[in-house]
């Protein structure tokens, strides 16, 4: 088995951990539709922020993929390629599935209402609330890392003769930073894309929905992905210390993010897809290599042990996936019960640490569940639809 890189199952836990946590937070918080988004409070927007975790999905994704095709042998790169192919078809069916029978509320402020699944509305409700346009085309998490993996398999098919050339690297830096570049351009084709969507023009909705729809369209987030392309060929090439690689690339997003987020105005709970919007993303890209640098550093340049913190959140990058599909209709039915007993409402400490009890409940059914190899979760059942050059099982069944 090869070495598995400690550093990336961490980081994807992390995120699938603070998302179980905050979305139970968000859709519990009694006054949510009440939310200042002109003077949102510190902790409101910490919570928005903390929310928009889906760049460093992609961008462990990419790294993770990008690692596993440098591994795989000359003649079976073929066949790996086939099967990161399989493997985001297979997520994006698990991805509209989620959405639609599992997932989380779209919140209308403007009307005080939450476009709900199907599953969640009825316990919410007591009925199945109709499917909406918005929640059938919306491009969730799931979609955009089912979407990137289809992405990349097409771009290693273009440059699997040249991605093992040191030069490799620089080139897929440039190439990240000019897609992110273009990526403003998600700005006028939104309009473009909702006024479509108002004069009922299906055919542009469609061609513009998966790059412009919100909320983690292939404008930027396939970005991400190719930075985390650009940061798995550093690891592997290793011709310069990785700091002095990173950081300055870190620095540069981070301080351009920065200045223009404070030039923009202030739009950030409105979810707008403005320049404020974009600066955000901006910023987190600076963040999230930096995450993923310090992670690195720490995770995989020597001999690592682990502790018993990093090996709970570990877990969640092994088999989060199960959690993060069932997690809404879980914290909606446990509410519905306590709700039975007693009537409750939670303000903003109530709304996090229910949602922190949720996520540690999870963890803590992970640590039982490990000893299973996760068996029947819906990573198991993937691993199993898609055998061929799966590195997954192998880390299903690690003990």
Same mark, same amino acid.
């Given at each position: 088995?090869t ?10 836990g992390?995120?699938?951990f603070?998302?179980l946590?905050?979305?139970?937070a968000f859709y519990f918080?009694?006054?949510i ?7 949102? $409070?510190?902790?409101i ?5 903390l ?6 999905f ?5 790294a ?7 591994r795989?042998?000359t ?21 509209y599935?989620?959405?639609? =029978?599992?997932?989380?509320?779209i919140?209308?402020f ?7 699944s ?5 316990i919410n409700?007591? $009925?199945f609330q109709?499917?909406?346009?918005e929640?059938i085309?919306?491009v969730?998490?799931?979609v955009?890392? $089912?979407?990137?993996i289809?992405?990349?398999t ?6 699997k ?9 620089m080139y897929?830096?440039?190439?990240? #930073?000019?897609f992110m570049?273009?990526?403003y351009i998600?700005?006028p084709?939104y309009n473009?894309y909702?006024?479509?969507l108002?004069?009922?023009?299906y055919i542009v909705?469609l061609?513009?929905n998966f790059?412009v ?7 930027p987030?396939?970005?991400?992905a ?14 310069k210390?990785? #700091?002095?690689?990173v950081?300055?690339?870190?620095a540069?997003y981070?301080?351009i ?7 923009a105005?202030?739009t ?8 404020t919007?974009?600066f955000i993303?901006?910023?987190q =890209?600076?963040?999230?290599l ?5 992670a690195?550093?720490?995770?995989d ?7 018993v913190?990093?090996?709970?959140i $570990?877990?969640?990058?092994v088999?989060?996936l199960?959690p ?8 909606a039915?446990l509410?519905?019960i ?5 009537t409750?409402?939670f303000?903003?400490?109530g709304?996090l ?11 803590y ?10 068996r029947?979760g819906?990573?198991?059942a993937?691993?199993r639809?898609n055998? #061929?050059?799966?590195s997954k099982?192998?880390?299903l069944?690690?003990?």
């Amino acid at each position: 088995m090869t070495k598995k890189i400690n550093s990336f199952d961490f980081l994807r836990g992390l995120g699938v951990f603070f998302v179980l946590m905050l979305h139970t937070a968000f859709y519990f918080y009694v006054d949510i539709y009440d939310v200042d988004m002109e003077n949102p $409070s510190l902790i409101i927007t910490l919570i928005g922020f903390l929310l928009m975790f889906a760049g460093l999905f992609a961008m462990v994704s990419g790294a993770s993929y990008t690692i596993q095709f440098l591994r795989t042998d000359t003649n079976q790169q073929r066949g790996k390629l086939k099967h990161m192919a399989k493997s985001g078809l297979l997520l994006l069916v698990v991805a509209y599935l989620y959405f639609l =029978i599992t997932g989380p509320g779209i919140i209308h402020f403007e009307t005080r209402s939450m476009d709900e699944s199907l599953l969640v509305s009825f316990i919410n409700q007591g $009925s199945f609330q109709p499917l909406t346009l918005e929640r059938i085309f919306y491009v969730d998490s799931l979609v955009m890392l $089912s979407l990137n993996i289809l992405l990349l398999t097409g771009l290693f098919r273009l440059i699997k003769k040249h991605i093992f050339n040191p030069k490799m690297s620089m080139y897929m830096l440039l190439g990240a #930073t000019l897609f992110m570049a273009i990526s403003y351009i998600r700005i006028p084709l939104y309009n473009v894309y909702l006024e479509a969507l108002d004069d009922k023009n299906y055919i542009v909705m469609l061609l513009l929905n998966f790059f412009v729809a919100k909320n983690n369209p292939i404008l930027p987030f396939f970005a991400f992905a190719l930075f985390g392309v650009w940061f798995a060929l550093l690891i592997h090439h290793q011709s310069k210390p990785l #700091t002095k690689q990173v950081l300055p690339v870190v620095a540069i997003y981070l301080v351009i993010g920065i200045f223009g987020y404070i030039l923009a105005p202030e739009t950030m709970l409105e979810r707008a897809i403005d320049p404020t919007w974009y600066f955000i993303m901006v910023i987190q =890209i600076g963040l999230f290599l930096g995450m993923m640098l310090m992670a690195y550093q720490l995770m995989d340049r020597k001999t690592y042990k682990g502790n018993v913190v990093s090996r709970f959140i $570990s877990r969640f990058g092994v088999a989060g996936l199960t959690p993060f599909f069932f997690e809404q209709i879980v914290s909606a039915l446990l509410f519905f019960i306590i709700n039975l007993l007693v009537t409750v409402e939670f303000g903003i400490p109530g709304a996090l640490l229910y949602g922190l009890m949720l996520a540690l409940s999870w963890g803590y059914f992970l640590v039982l569940w490990e000893k299973k190899s996760y068996r029947y979760g819906l990573e198991w059942a993937m691993t199993r639809l898609n055998p #061929t050059l799966s590195s997954k099982k192998d880390k299903l069944e690690a003990k």
